[in-house]
């Protein structure tokens, strides 16, 4: 997928300054979501369950080789076919395959961020093919032309208006129409395309080694019709999703319901281990299950000595959800697949740190993303490491570096730092607007005034 993180300061600006209706969507979206998975861990030792899902997943991640062999074989013996793509260019090419060995026209597809990433629909359309949506909150912003603005709700920065607006030009509905309405509209439409469809897309939450089964989480059944009613099933799993063995896949599909939406565990959760009629009994199904395990990058990640354990993460959304800088804009200002605290560590591991600053910058380092992390990502310090190559690199502006340099000057300079303190006290305000790093910080704040004595002072008239 393109690309354009270096736009992030525009697009956030823009956002807030022009549409500050998404901020109050996103904010009082996320705000549910905590308030929810507050509840939901509330008669639960959370420690200790992060703490577990954490050392599983990171076994994992140093084992991945055999535990990936270990899930084709299972897979394969069950009758799926099982593909590795190292590039999005690999998926696209084992998608061609199959769209032309089999006159596919229409695709229904379960909502993916995988695929997303890969940029799988826009190769899919210009082979021709039809692609439709199922998800409801992903059917909204397809409709819209819009990317996902969240990974777990794609649609949380539009209102219930946005989306009259949109279904009333599209499929008819009133203008006035009910949540319950929109939906119904959105079913009925959906119905007939699950039921002529040729392909079906999903993701894969887990991926299970033990079994070589694909464990899918939703909250609509979207997802069961685009794996069973289609003919042929294409499954996208990020090599990371793997787990070691089938008893370590119960907790883990709780805590990343409770931790992504405060649910006790997904409505519907899907277990795909081979084709319908194959070796594995399975009744019912497609006629034929493909598996494509994809790196994309993520290989490049696990070496990086420093930032693998990014690859822990469940796709929760919770980050996102506690996140105060990316509650003012919502998703779409990152410009890539992840946004918030997930895409300022996993992005730049990707798609490289040149191409995506300055994400790992748009952060207050809080550390609250990580205090509700399921997996315990350290994701601040991570964050840090990011910036730290940033300035090695000497990616980051030279009016930054300036200004940091200045700094350090004065602060190792005793009678040089006082004086620049009092100066600091009698700026007027327009100039401290215009000083480089507070330039834009001051932007709609009042600038910081020192009262009273400084520190400096008080240590000289010896008062502690």
């Given at each position: 997928?393109?690309v354009?993180?270096?736009?992030?300061r525009?697009r956030a600006?823009?956002?807030i300054t022009?549409?500050?209706?998404?901020r109050e969507s996103?904010?009082a979206?996320?705000?549910t979501?905590?308030?929810?998975?507050?509840e939901?861990?509330?008669?639960?030792?959370?420690?200790?369950?992060s703490g577990?899902?954490?050392?599983?997943k990171?076994?994992?991640?140093?084992h991945?080789?055999?535990?990936l062999?270990?899930?084709?074989?299972?897979?394969v013996?069950?009758?799926?076919?099982?593909h590795?793509?190292?590039?999005?260019s690999?998926v696209?090419?084992?998608?061609e395959?199959i769209?032309?060995?089999?006159?596919?026209?229409k695709?229904v597809?379960?909502k993916?961020?995988l695929?997303?990433?890969?940029a799988?629909n826009p190769f899919?359309?210009?082979c021709?093919v039809e692609?439709?949506?199922?998800?409801?909150g992903?059917?909204?912003?397809?409709?819209?032309g819009e990317?996902p603005?969240?990974?777990v709700?794609?649609?949380i920065?539009?209102s219930l208006e946005?989306t009259r607006?949109?279904?009333?030009e599209?499929?008819?509905?009133?203008?006035?129409?009910?949540p319950e309405?929109?939906?119904?509209?959105?079913r009925?439409f959906l119905r007939?395309?699950?039921?002529t469809?040729d392909?079906?897309?999903s993701?894969?939450n887990?991926l299970v080694?033990?079994t070589?089964?694909?464990a899918?989480?939703?909250?609509?059944g979207?997802i069961?019709?685009s794996?069973?009613v289609?003919?042929?099933?294409?499954a996208l799993v990020g090599?990371?999703?793997?787990?070691?063995r089938w008893a370590?896949?119960?907790t883990?599909?709780?805590?990343?319901?409770k931790?992504a939406?405060g649910q006790?565990?997904?409505?519907f959760v899907?277990?795909?281990q081979?084709?319908?009629?194959s070796?594995a009994?399975?009744?019912?199904?497609?006629?034929e299950?493909h598996?494509?395990?994809?790196?994309?990058?993520?290989t490049?990640?696990l070496?990086?000595?420093?930032?693998?354990e990014?690859l822990?993460?469940v796709?929760?959304?919770?980050c996102l959800?506690?996140?105060?800088v990316?509650?003012?804009?919502g998703?779409?200002?990152?410009g890539y697949?992840?946004?918030?605290?997930?895409?300022?560590?996993?992005?730049?591991?990707l798609?490289g740190l040149?191409?995506?600053?300055p994400l790992?910058?748009?952060s207050t380092?809080?550390g609250?993303c990580?205090?509700v992390c399921?997996?315990?990502i350290?994701i601040?310090?991570?964050l840090?490491?990011w910036?730290?190559?940033?300035?090695e690199?000497?990616?980051?502006?030279?009016e930054e570096?300036t200004?940091?340099?200045?700094f350090?000057?004065a602060?190792?300079r005793?009678?040089?730092?006082?004086?620049?303190?009092n100066l600091?006290?009698?700026?007027?305000?327009?100039?401290?607007?215009r000083?480089?790093?507070l330039?834009?910080?001051?932007?709609?704040?009042?600038p910081p005034?020192a009262t009273?004595p400084?520190?400096r002072e008080?240590w000289?008239?010896?008062?502690?």
């Amino acid at each position: 997928m393109e690309v354009h993180s270096r736009d992030y300061r525009d697009r956030a600006r823009r956002i807030i300054t022009e549409t500050p209706e998404v901020r109050e969507s996103v904010t009082a979206a996320t705000r549910t979501f905590v308030d929810n998975r507050r509840e939901a861990f509330a008669d639960l030792d959370e420690a200790a369950l992060s703490g577990w899902a954490k050392e599983v997943k990171s076994h994992a991640l140093t084992h991945l080789a055999d535990y990936l062999e270990e899930a084709e074989t299972r897979l394969v013996e069950r009758g799926a076919h099982v593909h590795w793509a190292e590039t999005a260019s690999d998926v696209h090419r084992i998608f061609e395959r199959i769209v032309e060995e089999n006159a596919v026209r229409k695709v229904v597809k379960a909502k993916s961020m995988l695929s997303e990433e890969l940029a799988l629909n826009p190769f899919l359309e210009s082979c021709g093919v039809e692609v439709f949506e199922t998800d409801l909150g992903e059917y909204i912003i397809q409709l819209l032309g819009e990317p996902p603005s969240h990974i777990v709700g794609p649609s949380i920065h539009k209102s219930l208006e946005d989306t009259r607006v949109i279904f009333h030009e599209r499929l008819g509905t009133a203008r006035d129409a009910s949540p319950e309405d929109l939906a119904a509209a959105a079913r009925d439409f959906l119905r007939e395309t699950f039921l002529t469809a040729d392909l079906g897309v999903s993701g894969g939450n887990f991926l299970v080694a033990e079994t070589g089964s694909i464990a899918l989480i939703e909250n609509e059944g979207n997802i069961r019709l685009s794996t069973s009613v289609p003919r042929i099933h294409v499954a996208l799993v990020g090599i990371e999703k793997v787990l070691p063995r089938w008893a370590d896949l119960s907790t883990f599909l709780q805590v990343t319901a409770k931790s992504a939406t405060g649910q006790p565990v997904g409505c519907f959760v899907s277990i795909i281990q081979g084709p319908g009629g194959s070796a594995a009994g399975e009744p019912d199904g497609p006629e034929e299950l493909h598996v494509i395990l994809v790196d994309n990058g993520r290989t490049r990640v696990l070496a990086d000595p420093e930032i693998w354990e990014a690859l822990r993460c469940v796709r929760c959304g919770a980050c996102l959800n506690i996140c105060p800088v990316y509650r003012q804009t919502g998703g779409h200002a990152y410009g890539y697949v992840y946004s918030g605290p997930l895409g300022g560590i996993l992005n730049p591991g990707l798609v490289g740190l040149e191409e995506t600053l300055p994400l790992p910058f748009a952060s207050t380092a809080c550390g609250a993303c990580a205090d509700v992390c399921p997996v315990r990502i350290p994701i601040p310090e991570l964050l840090h490491v990011w910036r730290r190559r940033a300035v090695e690199r000497g990616l980051t502006g030279s009016e930054e570096r300036t200004a940091l340099g200045l700094f350090a000057s004065a602060a190792t300079r005793s009678r040089l730092f006082g004086w620049a303190e009092n100066l600091a006290g009698v700026l007027p305000d327009w100039v401290i607007r215009r000083l480089p790093m507070l330039r834009e910080w001051s932007d709609g704040r009042e600038p910081p005034r020192a009262t009273g004595p400084t520190f400096r002072e008080l240590w000289d008239e010896g008062i502690e």
